[in-house]
């Protein structure tokens, strides 16, 4: 399963993460296109609660939603630690079933990209419909499709030096230019005093969007497709060098 024992080194994976930076962003977001205050947030895919753990700190009603189990217990401890009111449920968001509604939804860090099927994306958009009050705001990014194409993924490598030891991680992408994904399979090693502890092997599976397709979906679900720009550009047109793009929708 994809975020199983991966999930013991994301934190560490994705440590220069700028998570304050996301959520003034998606506060920038709230403030110019919601048509009511936004005071509570479904985070979709919420992973170790990154971007919930920050909401919840600046006010906001949190409810985070992940598959992983592991993934939402380094969450819930950390909220714990933080004493925070974080509501989280292990649930899959294309079978999201919540009793409440939300003035917005986020999903972030290409959530979205792992529904990979048209099938997948299209149950998903309908749960995050389900669960936004009218009108509210659905925000999540992703990968810009004409960017992938045009700068194609290459091989890469990670190294980290942790008070654990070193964390190495290897990325070999496969482009899948029919089905609009990219397959990526990671191998994560540990390394203590020199010595191989840990070795990690996952596949993950990511699609990337075209500007058409993301209006068509969300258009045929009960949203108004309101702008997609690059990632964290809110006053930027997104082009074919922009990877990756946040896209910002409307229920109607």
Sequence with gaps: ??????????????????????????????????????????DLGCGTGGHALLFAQRGYELTGVDISESMLSIAQERTRELNLGVHYHLQDIRKLHLRDTFNAVISMFAVMGYQTSNA???????????????????????????AVLKTRPTERTKEIETQ??????????EL???????????????????????????VHSMRYFFYQEIKYFLER????????????????????????????????
């Excluded at 299209?122 to 499709?145: K, M, N, P, Y």
């Excluded at 654990?164 to 992408?173: A, E, F, N």
Aim: net charge negative; proline share 3%.
């Design 221 to 252: 679900n009960g949203f108004r497709l309101v702008k997609i720009s690059p990632f964290l550009e809110l006053d930027r047109q997104i082009t074919e060098d922009d990877w990756n793009m946040t896209v910002i929708a409307k229920k109607v």
């Design 164 to 173: 654990q030891g070193q964390v190495v991680r290897y990325g070999r992408p």
């Design 120 to 146: 997948d994306f299209e149950t998903a958009i309908q749960s995050v419909h389900q669960h936004l009050v009218s009108r509210g705001l659905f925000i999540f990014d992703g990968w810009f499709g004409p």
């Design 1 to 42: 399963m994809v975020f199983d024992r991966y999930s013991h080194y994301y934190d560490t994976l994705y440590a220069e993460k700028d998570y304050t930076d996301e959520c003034d962003f998606l506060e920038k977001v709230f403030g110019e296109y919601a048509d009511q205050p936004v005071k509570s947030v479904l």
């Design 176 to 202: 899948d230019v029919v089905n609009h994904i990219v397959k990526i399979h990671y191998k994560v090693l540990h390394f203590q005093d020199g010595q191989l502890i840990d070795e990690v092997d996952e």
